[in-house]
């Protein structure tokens, strides 16, 4: 008695092998190229920095009372800054209720919310309260204005929208 083996598999009824159909392929492909793009943004996380992460915000949130009471000097002082941003160049142009008040020359850093390394930190010299300075070209998009002494003892916020508002007037309290 001889015992025979049958296989259940059918043969294609072409006769080619599967490896040589387009379907297996492109049923392979799909999860495959999940995969792939998983690791290429696993990648992406590992080696770029968390620019919206604060090592030490416990710290931060107890220094905002700090400033918030600059901001409330920029007010007692009555300061507004009139702001001009060009291609290469910003200038700023101050008011007080004193002309007393207004400093020899500015701190001005430009924030981008969310990419710290496109941030700017530029130190402005001006004269009768008109200061002006370089600055590297700045990308299109929403950008933070902060104007400070150079004591740092007030400060003004406001916020720009490159390309629309190159001329913004920035007040005490308009964060």
């Given at each position: 008695m001889t015992a025979t083996i049958r296989s259940t598999a059918r043969p294609n009824e072409d006769g080619t092998p599967w490896y040589r159909q387009k379907w297996p392929w492109i049923l392979i492909g799909i999860p495959g190229t999940s995969v792939v793009l998983g690791f290429v943004l696993l990648y992406f996380a590992i080696t770029t920095a968390d620019g919206l992460v604060v090592d030490d915000y416990y710290r931060q949130g107890r220094?905002?009372?700090?400033?918030?009471?600059?901001?409330?000097?920029?007010?007692?002082?009555?300061?507004?800054?009139?702001?001009?941003?060009?291609?290469?160049?910003?200038?700023?142009?101050?008011?007080?209720?004193?002309?007393?008040?207004?400093?020899?020359?500015?701190?001005?850093?430009?924030?981008?919310?969310?990419?710290?390394?496109?941030?700017?930190?530029?130190?402005?010299?001006?004269?009768?309260?008109?200061?002006?300075?370089?600055?590297?070209?700045?990308?299109?998009?929403?950008?933070?204005?902060?104007?400070?002494?150079?004591?740092?003892?007030?400060?003004?916020?406001g916020a720009v929208n490159l390309p629309s508002e190159t001329e913004k007037r920035i007040i005490p309290y308009d964060s």
């Open positions: 220094a905002i009372d700090q400033t918030m009471a600059r901001s409330l000097l920029a007010g007692d002082l009555g300061l507004v800054a009139d702001l001009s941003v060009r291609s290469d160049r910003v200038s700023v142009s101050l008011s007080a209720n004193n002309t007393a008040d207004l400093p020899e020359g500015l701190i001005v850093t430009i924030i981008h919310p969310t990419r710290a390394g496109m941030d700017q930190v530029l130190r402005l010299a001006g004269d009768s309260g008109v200061y002006s300075g370089p600055v590297a070209p700045l990308r299109i998009g929403y950008w933070r204005i902060q104007i400070e002494d150079e004591s740092r003892s007030w400060r003004l916020n």
